[in-house]
């Protein structure tokens, strides 16, 4: 017993916390895989094919934690040129899925570069500060070498990914104003990237040719032969800036339109995820339908993956809903106070930054399942039913462990 014990080392909460969350994972993912069930032809196999995954992740995470936290500064100067080479040739050579050429495939294991790329930008963010700390702050050359980190990476991500562009935007910026860089420097990083974000806006409204939002009986959210036909259309211009089609749908579709539609004029071929979702929502109640009593899980699209919260508030209501949002809270707070302890910045910033990643991900996820924002494709982290982005969050979560584990506390006098 005391074996399997000593196999969960580091910090209790944050083991706590991610039980929890794969526990609401198994139940609400076997729900709310009623598509894949129906397409596999079984009840059993779509399920069992994800506790292996989290299983899989478990023990990424034991070898993870067991990895002395000193140690994982030696693998910035790897994972990052690895990183921009994948990126590089995913936009070349990459697999397509729902209409996104964002997949590469090694050994018949298929996986995001920018999964990895996010974790090799906040690595590289975090031994920065780190390193240019000083008495009153971060040196004002940690700004510049971060930007020069994130223009090599994030523009390659936004290409294909919006979204986790943006998200790993967001966390870079939290990490600079944890740093302590010069408040006047972030001040005219924020008014360039708005500057930026309406130029991109306008070229997506200008150029973006609209493609449709699935219907229910689509699971992707793009028609991938409509992208084609308009990127053949426009050149090679239009191959590098196919997503524009989608980004624009998704903008109009969110701000375009008037809250209150007439139900006899919904369109339920371009807005089908946002009924559906708000019809989940709307019929929970407090207390929710109970474990395995969605209604929606059967209409709408991603419902095992982007739109889990969605099943989730309808089946476990508001309360549900409510406690799923706790854990991520809890989470970040829980990885504060470990950053806090450390009397080394390097561990501190890393798994803020890490945490910081996870939960403002999450957040994103929650937004678009009750329509705060546009649609953005980000799974739940550790929730929603996924391959290889289960094992890196759980690899994240791994990294977590290891510094509340191994780094130096501040009222150590040993040094690790």
Not at 80 to 95: A, C, K, N, W
Not at 350 to 372: E, H, K, P, R, S
């Amino acid at each position: 017993m005391a074996k399997i014990y000593n196999i969960f080392k580091g910090d209790k909460v944050i083991w706590m916390i991610f039980f929890f969350l794969c526990m609401i994972s198994i139940v609400e993912v076997y729900s709310a895989s009623s598509e894949l069930t129906y397409k596999s032809g079984s009840f059993s196999g779509p399920i069992l094919k994800h506790v292996g995954m989290l299983i899989g992740g478990l023990v990424v995470m034991v070898v993870t934690l067991n990895i002395p936290c000193r140690f994982f500064k030696v693998l910035t100067p790897f994972l990052l040129p690895i990183s921009f080479l994948m990126l590089i040739y995913v936009l070349v050579m990459g697999e397509a899925t729902n209409g996104a050429q964002r997949w590469i495939s090694i050994l018949g294991i298929q996986f995001q570069p920018s999964e990895i790329a996010k974790g090799a930008v906040i690595l590289a963010v975090a031994q920065i500060l780190s390193f240019m700390q000083t008495e009153h702050g971060a040196d004002k050359r940690a700004f510049k070498y971060i930007i020069i980190v994130c223009l090599f990476f994030i523009p390659l991500i936004l290409l294909e990914n919006l979204s986790t562009a943006a998200l790993l935007s967001a966390v870079v910026f939290m990490m600079m104003i944890i740093g302590r860089i010069p408040a006047n420097l972030l001040g005219k990083l924020i008014a360039i990237v708005v500057i930026g974000l309406l130029l991109i806006v306008g070229m997506v409204m200008l150029l973006g040719k609209e493609s449709p939002e699935p219907t229910q009986e689509t699971t992707a959210y793009v028609e991938a032969s409509t992208q084609e036909a308009a990127a053949e259309e426009t050149g090679a211009f239009g191959k590098l800036f196919h997503r524009f089609g989608t980004w624009k749908s998704r903008f109009k579709n969110h701000f375009g339109k008037d809250d209150t539609v007439d139900p006899k004029t919904y369109d339920w071929d371009k807005d089908g995820q946002k009924g559906h979702a708000n019809i989940a929502i709307a019929s929970c109640g407090i207390i929710g339908k109970g474990p395995g009593n969605s209604v929606e899980r059967d209409w709408l699209p991603q419902a095992f993956s982007d739109f889990i919260y969605a099943i989730i508030i309808e089946e476990l209501g508001i309360i549900g809903g409510a406690v799923v949002l706790l854990l991520y809270i809890f989470l970040l707070f829980r990885v504060a106070r470990i950053a806090n302890n450390c009397e080394r910045n390097f561990p501190a910033f890393l798994i803020l930054g890490l945490a910081l990643l996870l939960v403002t991900q999450a957040i994103f996820n929650m937004c678009v399942a009750v329509g705060v924002v546009p649609v953005t494709g980000q799974p739940l982290p550790l929730v929603s039913k996924g391959g290889t982005s289960t094992l890196i969050n759980c690899a994240y979560m791994g990294v977590i462990l290891s510094v509340s584990r191994s780094a130096k506390k501040k009222d150590e006098t040993e040094k690790i």
